[in-house]
């Protein structure tokens, strides 16, 4: 039997480790920034799987986020942290500014929302432990997908502001500072299509690592 894995972990391994470094004698280690750009990226496509299994988050969050017959708990855990993204999304304008938001919260919370960009480049080069990295790749795209089940409709706004008449120079600025991590603005994928689209990868995902989640969760 193959080992254990969910989607979140997998994901989170893939893209964090072109970003991993070693002290000459020590740990390894992320640095801050790219960690909570890899969490933008966990973050939001938990939150587009999340508004596609929203009415069977219970069963959807093992496969996703979870260990073994733990899903309910996290599944509490993803609705639970995505009610606390509630008054930062009416601030945010983009579903990477509501994680920054949130991270600059966490970490200084004196701060005012409006102040997330130079939060963001005065603690990105500071270093993470990375086993710490991996775990918060899993909780970001759970809190993602909480925040989808809690308010899917502000999720689709965020989604169509991240990505609809963008502004090249002021993505390129933002891709200098790390903030998102592609230098040129991608193309705009309607919402509905990047939900199949995601919904497509985590089948073959469950295919090969949890063939039965396919039927509880109306995937062929």
Same mark, same amino acid.
């Given at each position: 039997m193959s080992k254990w894995q969910t989607y979140?972990? %997998? *994901?989170?391994?893939?893209? *964090?480790?072109?970003?991993? +470094?070693?002290r000459l004698l020590g #740990? @390894?280690? /992320?640095? /801050?920034?790219p960690l909570i750009t890899v969490g933008a990226f966990l973050f939001e496509t938990g #939150?587009? *799987?999340?508004h596609a299994f929203r009415d069977r988050l219970d069963v959807f969050a093992e496969p $996703?986020? !979870? +260990?073994p017959g733990k899903g309910a708990n996290v599944c509490a855990f993803m609705r639970k942290e995505g009610?606390? =993204?509630?008054?930062?999304? @009416?601030?945010a304008n983009t579903l990477h500014a509501l994680v920054m938001m949130h991270e %600059?919260?966490?970490?200084?919370?004196?701060?005012?929302? !409006?102040?997330w960009m130079e939060w963001f480049l005065a603690s990105s080069t +500071?270093? #993470?432990? *990375?086993? $710490?990295? =991996?775990?918060m790749g899993v909780v970001h795209g759970c809190r993602g997908a909480g925040f989808a089940a809690e308010f899917p409709n502000r999720l689709e706004e965020l989604y169509k502001n991240s990505y609809s008449n963008q502004n090249p120079h002021a993505w390129?600025?933002? $891709?200098?500072?790390?903030? /998102?991590?592609?230098? +040129?603005p991608p193309k705009f994928i309607p919402f509905e299509e990047r939900e199949q689209e995601a919904v497509a990868q985590f089948t073959e995902f469950c295919k090969e690592f949890h063939p039965g989640f396919l039927e509880p969760l109306g995937l062929r």
């Open positions: 979140a972990s %997998m *994901l989170t391994v893939q893209h *964090l480790r072109p970003q991993v +470094e070693k #740990a @390894k280690f /992320v640095r /801050v920034g #939150a587009i *799987l999340g $996703f986020g !979870s +260990e009610r606390a =993204l509630g008054d930062l999304a @009416k601030t %600059m919260r966490t970490a200084d919370p004196t701060r005012p929302p !409006s102040q +500071e270093r #993470a432990p *990375l086993d $710490f990295a =991996l775990a390129r600025e933002a $891709f200098k500072y790390g903030v /998102v991590d592609t230098s +040129e």
